[in-house]
């Protein structure tokens, strides 16, 4: 909070001054300020500033050099101790003009960190001679990320602030649930059996991602739904991946279920759905949008570090069936 610009520090307490002595008094509990180097008319004066009517750097302007030290200080004890209110205004804009900005920058940073990483630059620039295992591993790796979005979801969906949110969010739900099941058809396809799928490990990467949303969308549900434009954005009118399956001359087998799987994704316009979500919320703060980017960041990340491991992973494996199976009994 102090480091703010906006910040206009005012004091959430009574100033009372017995002879020598001032004293702060906030819910029946005094305090005696220590002067800690300061005067008591240097202390007084600060005092008097911190009105909620200036910035901090507007009363920095007023001080001496020498006294900016023992202002910062006194102002860091009173926000310690809870006794600073923030009286400047907060700027609130709605929430798709808020997602605009967002987007702005999500875009940004997965051009820099996500776009060109080696899991994409292969799979979609090479797929002739891309590895197999690259693209049995995303299955994979997807059907472990759908059978756990109960885990993330499901937090988000008594969401109370809003009930047209609350309604998109439970059709969001039921349209999504049992898409684990439809990749399990690409998986059999493989060879692999529901034994070995029942014994399959994800790997940490994949998990971590899980965790993390579960974690937003039990703690900061509006962070949340400005994932799920990423983590459903896709091509409306095709989807490259599955093209560079064909590329690749993968099974029809295989292909079916994963392309069954997109095109619901895509018909139902599931990519669009952060955007439906914030046209309906009314306002949004900076505070938030800037929590909001600093999350994002984090984010885009852990969604890269899944696709890498994907490809550092599954691209050497040659045979399929058992051997793409992470093992939780060999552990």
Not at 165 to 177: G, P, Q, T
Not at 308 to 319: E, Q, R, T
């Amino acid at each position: 909070m102090l480091t703010s610009e906006n910040f206009r520090p005012r004091l959430a307490c009574e100033v009372q001054i017995q002879g020598g002595e001032i004293s702060l008094v906030q819910n029946g509990l005094e305090m005696v300020l220590d002067p800690d180097g300061s005067s008591f008319e240097e202390l007084r004066s600060f005092l008097d500033h911190i009105d909620g009517k200036q910035t901090i750097g507007d009363i920095q302007q007023k001080l001496d050099a020498s006294q900016h030290h023992r202002f910062g200080t006194l102002l860091e004890d009173l926000d310690r101790h809870r006794l600073l209110d923030d009286a400047g205004s907060t700027r609130m804009r709605s929430g798709s003009e808020a997602l605009l900005k967002l987007e702005d920058y999500t875009n940004t940073l997965l051009e820099e960190r996500y776009y060109g990483n080696v899991y994409w630059s292969n799979v979609l620039k090479n797929p002739e001679k891309c590895p197999p295992g690259a693209f049995y591993g995303l299955a994979i790796e997807n059907y472990h990320f759908l059978f756990r979005e109960s885990m993330f979801d499901s937090p988000v969906l008594p969401y109370l602030s809003n009930n047209r949110v609350r309604l998109l969010m439970n059709e969001f739900y039921v349209e999504e649930y049992g898409h684990d099941e439809i990749i399990v058809k690409s998986l059999l396809s493989l060879g692999i059996t529901r034994d070995d799928i029942r014994d399959m490990l994800p790997l940490p990467e994949t998990l971590a991602l899980c965790n993390a949303l579960a974690y937003w969308g039990a703690t900061d549900p509006l962070f949340f739904f400005s994932t799920l434009g990423v983590l459903e954005g896709k091509n409306p009118e095709k989807d490259h991946w599955i093209e560079a399956c064909e590329k690749a001359g993968l099974s029809p087998a295989f292909i079916k279920p994963m392309r069954a799987h997109s095109d619901i994704n895509r018909k139902g316009e599931h990519g669009n759905l952060t955007r439906l979500i914030f046209a309906e919320i009314q306002a949004i703060g900076d505070e938030t949008l800037a929590r909001m980017q600093r999350q994002m960041r984090i984010f885009v990340e852990m969604y890269n570090d899944f696709y890498c491991a994907i490809w550092n992973f599954y691209s050497p494996i040659k045979d399929i069936g058992a051997a793409l199976v992470r093992r939780l009994s060999a552990i």
